[in-house]
């Protein structure tokens, strides 16, 4: 047992973050990802697994949550991948495939969003469209309507994409308080050496971190083969919960400045729009509940 | 990443198993140490020439957390072979590892931390216990408490001031005192979770020339070494996981209403409990040697405590009052025992506090763990 990277995660996480520090400031998350050079990479398979698994998915939606990019298209890409390209549902072809290497290929441009849309019916199915962004090269897609258990599977990846993004968005709320902690000074002491502050920071280190590790072992087991189940709505409870927690905690430690400025107000926001894309910490543990009461009861 | 045990720790636990299994149930736990012993279970990580196997803190640590599992007294374990042990196999004279390690490794001996003085809190620089040169060797007075299981213990490591200096850590020294030697009282001291405290009294204790651990004065500089070594969180991880286990069963014995309405919360703490599993054993994986880095000894510590002290909780708030006082059974006793001793899972072997100050000492999260 243990959460080493492997060296080529390490690579991964490098280059995304290099990137991130290079890429304009309107960049996208896609942008900054497609910059690194490895976009062929997402279509390859090793022994009919793909390269880039959830795992790698999840290390490169965190840094992008931590330099705060925006996560609409590259949500689009990782889940059209799921659906259309690595097989998780019936409607991958390699029609579709190439499809993506075509977009992926000839954007230059930022990439209009959304590549992908999706909404749910009232049976728990899945409608999935191509977006606005395919218009260009993708007349050959097809629409796909997912039954409810794969829906759901595809979902549940979504989710705990999300969910490792929150830790990115909280991962960044802890590293700019614990500067201002670090730096500031009042009452002639520097305000990290209250413990009051410290011990806060160091809460919210240790809920981001368990956060994380759900993150991570969840994907793990999907990437074995092994179904998320109850464990995608529980993991992104535990990370909308730190990421919450981590932006109050940001805007306290900066004090009156933490309403105003802009990027710990866009922080804070970006926390509570992950909120929304989840769900609330309550909701998801009901629905984590539930489905571990139905696992249980084999239905 | 692994979130599983590797091949060779699976085998460990097999093996305990097979012996945990062979045993009467009726033994006296010492019985069963001294079994796991003779197999050189008990300290795998030792090298071989002290009764160990030569292999690493984490196949270790996979022994640690089934033998903690099976209820036999883990803190005995855990303060014996990590904490006495390791301090002696890395501090130790030659002539102490291969005095001590060989009984140690093998189940014939236990040994105690003699390192709290009342109300000295969690400052062991505050000691009033002093070792006075005595021809070849020293003479030891003073009085320890919250220590457990002494009534077992042969040895125990004792801090003492040997000296005065410029600033109280200076002038603290370590030595292994043998309890058995004239002057030594033991006494126990209640404790609501059951097993007893001790309170060790030492009145002009003999020790020998090869007693003293580490360099003279400067036991300071080795203690917190000594702590790290118990702090892996496995023994918290224990307490988590078999209360949960026993909430589990109990759960199933409630009308579906109740179980349903109750079963919300089982399913975050076996989530914290798992994730809390997997911090304890990535720290004994980055361990160099016997030595874990602090900081995610800090971060594994506090989250295997706090999982089982939310389980404790939860049976005492929401779940025992629901199940009601009879049928008694062991999970219920056991349930009702966590409710006692969940408060001192953030209190032994340095507070949440301390904790917490190590884990403001390295943020972000991404140092601790990668």
Known sequence: VNLDLDPAQRDLVAAVRRSAATAPAAATGWRVFDAIGLTDLLTSTNDGRPVVGLFEWCLILEELGADCRSLAVIRSVRMFMDVFVHGHTAAATPLAAETFLALAGSHRAPLPSPLLTWRRTGADELVLSPGTGLTEVATTLPGVTLEKREAEHITDRDLLACSAYAVGIGRRCLELAHERARKRVVARRRLLEYQGVSHRLAEVALELSAARIGVWRTAWREDAGEPAGHLAPATAAACVAAVLTSAHTAVQIFGAAGTSDPTIVGLYRAAYDLADVCGSARSLWLRASSRWGSQARGV | ?370
């Open chain 2, 1 to 370: 990443m692994l979130a599983e045990l590797e091949p060779g720790q699976i085998t460990l636990v097999h093996e305990v198993d097979r012996i945990l299994d062979g045993g009467d149930s009726e033994a006296d736990p010492r019985h069963v140490f001294a079994r796991l012993g003779r197999q050189r279970l008990l300290a795998v990580h030792y090298p071989v020439e002290y009764g160990g196997r030569g292999l690493s803190l984490a196949e270790h640590a996979a022994v640690a957390e089934r033998i903690s599992e099976s209820g036999l007294p883990d803190t005995v374990h855990l303060v014996t072979v990590q904490a006495v042990g390791c301090t002696i196999l890395t501090f130790g004279t030659e002539h102490q590892r291969a005095r001590w390690l060989p009984p140690i490794a093998h189940g014939l001996l236990f040994a105690s931390l003699l390192l709290s003085e009342e109300d000295a809190g969690s400052d062991p620089t505050r000691i009033d216990t002093t070792a006075v040169p005595d021809g070849d060797g020293w003479r030891i007075s003073g009085v320890k408490t919250w220590s457990m299981w002494t009534d077992w213990s042969t040895i125990a490591l004792c801090s003492a001031r040997t000296g005065s200096g410029a600033h109280h850590y200076q002038g603290i020294s370590l030595f292994l005192v043998d309890l058995t030697e004239d002057g030594v009282g033991i006494v126990p001291r209640s404790r609501a979770a059951g097993d007893p405290y001790f309170v060790v009294t030492m009145n002009d204790v003999r020790a020998g020339a090869d007693s003293l651990v580490g360099e003279l004065h400067r036991g300071w500089a080795l203690l917190p070494t000594v702590i790290d070594f118990e702090r892996g969180g496995f023994d918290h991880l224990a307490r988590a996981t078999s209360w949960l286990r026993a909430a589990e069963r109990e759960l199933q014995t409630l009308p579906p209403e109740s179980r349903a309405v109750l079963a919300g919360s089982l399913v975050q703490f076996e989530y914290a409990v798992t994730n809390a599993r997997l911090l304890a054993y990535h720290a004994a994986h980055r361990a160099e040697g016997l030595l874990v880095d602090e900081v995610m000894a800090a971060y594994a510590k506090l989250a295997c405590g706090r999982a089982a002290q939310a389980i404790a909780r939860w049976a005492g708030e929401e779940l025992l009052p629901v199940l009601g006082a009879e049928p008694d059974n062991s999970d219920r006793a056991a349930l009702r025992a966590a409710v006692l001793e969940a408060p001192e899972l953030t209190i032994c072997s340095g507070p949440q506090e301390l904790q917490l100050d190590v884990i403001a000492s390295e943020i972000p999260i991404g140092m601790a763990l990668r």
